[in-house]
């Protein structure tokens, strides 16, 4: 059985959100790409899949070298800039002439589409995030996108196998969120709760906002 390996183009709600993706709670934040689409300069960072490469992106608004990003006091400050002179984390842009990769780009049908599943609360999502595998290597990204008539706050996960399955794993939310990450302390018996302020002795999921409900998440409209 052949394999279709494609790139998959997912547009995120605002410039601090790919800031985010990239740079927060990151040891080593991700690299950052500057390309054309469709006539268009984008900036963008990607996550790898088994069989397609899943492309974060927003137009590009200025110029630059870095993607900056900090928090201070409860607010995120993220900017494209030429040089590494504060405190701050920083992502490099690299600046292409071709596209990032040689993949093919296909609209739907994605050979690495999520299979979604529902999460019974927020509390269970936060739990799916530790890894007993890799303790020391989480992936603590969740990502929120429109859904139907409010949002939903996801969580992906890997089966491997024979070939790698990939689950959606997410929560029907009330409204949009409004804040930037999800702050946990589940070893206090604490419900989890949306915040932009880091407190010490709790855990901190960065939540990604996508612009538009995508086909790659399963999730039909």
């Known amino acids: 059985m052949s394999i279709t390996q494609d790139e998959c183009f997912v547009e995120l709600s605002s410039f601090d959100d790919l800031a985010r993706y990239a740079c927060a709670l ?5 690299r950052v790409y500057s390309q054309e689409l469709d ?3 984008i900036i963008s960072s990607s996550m790898t899949l088994a069989n397609t490469l899943v492309i974060f992106y927003v137009p590009m608004s200025k110029s ?4 900056s990003y900090q928090v201070t006091v409860g607010k995120e400050i993220c900017d494209i800039v030429e040089s590494t002179k504060i405190n701050s984390h ?7 002439e071709s596209d990032i990769s040689s993949l093919p780009v296909k609209t739907k049908d994605f050979s690495d589409s999520f299979h979604p599943i529902k999460v019974k609360d927020l509390g269970s999502l936060a739990r799916l995030t530790y890894d007993p595998e890799f303790p020391d290597e989480q992936n603590l990204t969740l990502y929120a996108l429109p859904y139907k008539k409010s949002w939903v706050i996801g969580y992906i996960t890997s089966l491997e196998m024979d070939e790698v399955y990939y689950n959606f ?5 009330d409204s949009e969120p409004t804040k930037h990450f999800v ?3 589940g070893n206090q018996g604490q419900d989890p709760e949306f915040s932009d302020n880091f407190d010490h002795g709790y855990s901190y999921l960065p939540i990604i ?6 086909s790659i998440f399963g999730l039909s409209d």
């Open 26 to 30: 990151q040891e080593y934040p991700k």
């Open 39 to 41: 006539g268009s300069r």
């Open 64 to 67: 630059g070298r870095y993607v």
């Open 90 to 96: 920083y992502a490099p842009i690299v600046h292409m």
């Open 169 to 173: 794993n997410y929560v029907e939310l």
């Open 183 to 185: 702050k946990y302390q």
């Open 209 to 214: 906002k996508i612009k538009t409900n995508h």
